[in-house]
């Protein structure tokens, strides 16, 4: 059963989603971290 529903667009969507979300999150964090490292530096 699971392995029908991995094939479906909704699944598909779905992790797109989840994909897009989490490459916001690490960039969100590396920018942050940038900033904070540049804080510390003057």
Do not use: S, Y
């Amino acid at each position: 059963m699971l392995r029908n529903e991995t094939d479906t667009p909704t699944f598909k969507a779905a992790l797109f989603t989840v994909f897009i979300a989490f490459a916001g999150i690490v960039a969100l964090a590396a920018k942050i971290r940038a900033e904070i490292k540049r804080e510390m530096g003057q």
